[in-house]
């Protein structure tokens, strides 16, 4: 039988998880659809041939739904995450888990108080199913470079989102690169800094780019430029260097292009294609643990917290002039 | 409704038809299985929770088989795929269609006189659902690189398999390259010349590596290297050069690993690292056409023939000295 | 004591030597210049600290002419080259050492007649002294990909030259493939066939595209298109496939810019910056031997000669609907 | 007429330069050699027919010596330059200028006293001369990539030298990357930060890998990692980051090898093979300045003693916590 899934919010998020689940995973269903913009609940409705309802709560609770995808704004996934929980609905949140650390501890030990032996909550870190952070991985655990020393990361955005700031670069760009920086390494961040390079003209909302270090307890050094601005295109790049070796992200562009004295890839404008199988490969493995009644293979409620933890730190330190703060886990 | 498939030949290649099917194609589930081994039916079918039958006329005529995965030996395909259409089960068979260009023909007159809206057979050239392959065909039609006017080809597999001569290098082998020239320019191919460069003294069972020159109806020249022994990796690589530019496939790996004085990236050993996602994409379009009750977007039957017939004129090309052949569409 | 060159001809090509050899190369000074064009050779006398004579009798002649560089019309090469050799002065002759075979002939038999221990012509294949390929056959020699089978090549101008023809895209151009194909084998071309892509519609005075096949003594078959209005950028390939491995010339290119969505390296207008320093080190080697009074490790009036047969051959085959040809060496 | 160069220590370094000028660079010769290992001095000058003088002092001030290369021991540098500005003799001193502030301070100084219109000192800084980075900064002048914001630069050697600590990593290694940090952005380093990352277990003897920030007074930041014991081969890499596109070094290797299952590019063993040409462009253009009597291109005594500077406070910074530290230009 296929997992029945309601999908709260379906803006470009969460549009793309109702069409990726409906079309293209195996064993599931979206049955049920709500978003605040009611016709945009219709259509997206329409296209998975599911049913809409007014209200998250209504969805979490509909009788044809077996677990929950949350991709509504940012504010509202505290509320929502506590209500899976107290209905028992597996749920699938964007990340972050919710905007303040009180709200992410709250639905840590809300969730870790039921005891389950499948926790309900995935938190929707996509690049853990991304093909070349995996193969990555797997690169150094083999013990082909050496143990790990140092990390060089890049995060680069053509164009910042409006309405954010300093602080949201971080907790909402950056976070993939501290969960993903995390779960390579295995070692949690102990530490961290925020330095600033010469910050662009080009949007005064915030400063950008960002230069974020970070330290985990295994002693490795992770320095990351995040870059929401960067103009030229959407681009991710991770090296990690060991003690005998290095290994990197390939870029991941499918065709070079000669023409007018230039030879070219093309960077796509935001991370839809890049991840676009990750996302798949995530819901997949999502829905594959939850038909097997298995724990849930994506990053958890307390991998959500610790994300937004060192993220609460990297903004401590950008409020202190670049001082080293150490990361509280309590 | 999921579309129950039934999978016919569980080696290789149909063990993995039938996995993909099970676990990442939406809207499909295999139900039946069969193979000569019925050990290996019965391992396969537990994994995918399917049943298993003894015979391939048995699996097609099943009341729970909606659709017929068709990766036995070349040598059944065709009373197989004919079974099919006397039963009008959908069917999409691996290549080759059928050995000989007889059998070939009789399927397609077959087919074509049931003049069925949604004509049945489909067959399994999966390099057009190969996202690099979209994208260049994209690219050659934006017009970026002006028309094209030759294409420069690789195909180069890690080992042959046992049991081959030179013919079968073009009819198992370069056959994919034959179908994706005339896919990419969108013009058959009338005219066909087979080189010999030296031969490698690691497979006497065949000359190995080829050259195949392909000229299509559009007056374009592919020139093929077909290496089936090349040791150092599995490795396909394509560029279309037009009158103001070229395109080229890049590189498909993900990593680079710097070690010992050395910059890597890896190859695989053989096609399935490269074109698993292929292969994923190519079901999922079978099956949303047979869910949609549209015509199949992959390869036809007419399409198989092609190739098959293509591939006749190299091999008469080979054992005329290299002349030059026009293929008998006829 | 340095040596002192006369410089015949200060076109593009030979101003570039002169200047290159005044400049940069160590144990030279160019003394004298010539051109039809009096203007012309004063500027670059002028740039280099020579005299200019009017003609190039006078200059071979000149007792303060230890060397000759010959880069005049390719119709003047026979006379000059020959008024060197009566007058035994070393000489560097830019390709082709003739335009016709009668004259490549006898010149190699004239400077064959002579049997000098350093012979004195030598000819312009700079390509043996671009650091890549002189890499290339050294990987060959280690014997890390095998023993070569099948060589695959790229010649890629932007724009052809006026007054040209088919004819001529391969004396002038597909030359310098010719010579690096006997070079980086070590092995004689014996048999060479002519292929036709669809033609470019930007060019109406020659066949362009072309596809040449160069069957070597040893067997390896080399495959190398010419493109002489390729238009995207001036671009040379070279890949060597071995028994166990392949080996290609690296992209050139030395930065990679990143904007406006693309992921960029720029291609040279025309060979010169791809084979400045091959220019340099050739006439550095040329230098040195004369120096020390040993033979010019340069690419010798045979060589010439064997290029110019090949060349030959390959005219034939285009005359003759791709026939393949044997190369006469007689 | 030749410039007449004598060459100060003819170790690695010393005997490349030697070399080089005899063999390479037009208008130069080695005339007198000098080393206090006298057998390794013989060898020299007999390679490049000069002769020998038992001390710096000696060579300095004889007759047939019109200029200067210093590639001495680093704390003999001080004394010989000094000697040289005394008997007013254009001198080329390896980098560093000498191993205190103090002393190039004074060297400085004494070269500013003289006011000549040709100061008399150039440092080794040859990276100024690889042709990579002329492409970038011209490339970042014409303006291609915007405003530069950030820089990442990584500088990795194969193993370290014997009797090295961390200190010597940045007044050794990095201090290529301080002085072509500069260079490349054309703005002074005002303000630095030293970082760890995990040590390497491979080396004991300091600290390694580090990270090092430097701002410039434009507000740009750069970020290099400096890792002298990275095994996998010797690395330079630099990307500029602007605010509309990005820079970057392509990588750097001639030739592609595919074998056993990898596709691998060779790194160097240490900086000749990179950056030989850079050496020779570099002894050129100081032997062409000196025979026009103009300027040197080459890095000045100020741009000598900048750099010692700024390694000055990055190691203040190392020996306190990685604090941020302004640079003392006094």
Redesign the interface.
Known sequence: MSIRVGVIGVGVMGADHARTL?????G?QVTVVTDYDAARADAVALEVSARTVATATELITAPDVDAVVIASHDSAHAEQVALCLDHRRPVLCEKPLAPTLAECVDLVSREEALALANPLVSVGFMRRFH??YQ??VQ?IRSG???????V?A?HRN?TSYPGGDSASTVTNSAIHEIDITRWLLGSEIVEVSW????????DTSRHD?Q?L?LRTA????T?V?V?VN????Y?VRCEV?G???????????????????????????DWRPLFA?AYRRQL?AWV?ALTAEVPSPLASARDGLRATQVAAALIDSMNND?A?IKVDYH
Chains 1, 2, 3, 4 share one sequence.
């Not at 409906?22 to 195996?26: C, L």
């Not at 082909?144 to 140092?150: F, I, K, R």
């Not at 960067?230 to 295109?233: D, V």
């Open positions: 409906a079309r293209s995973v195996s599931a093909a070349p193969a990555m690169e082909s470079v050496g143990a790990p020393l140092l060089r890049s053509v330095h600033a390079p010469k910050p662009t003209s080009l780019p230069i270090m295994d002693g490795v050094l320095v430029d870059f960067a103009r030229y295109g681009d260097v003690e005998t070796g290095a290994v990197s992200l390939a870029p991941s562009h499918v065709l070079t292009v000669d023409s007018s004295l230039r030879s070219a890839a093309t960077y796509p404008e199988d997949q594959d670049g080293t």
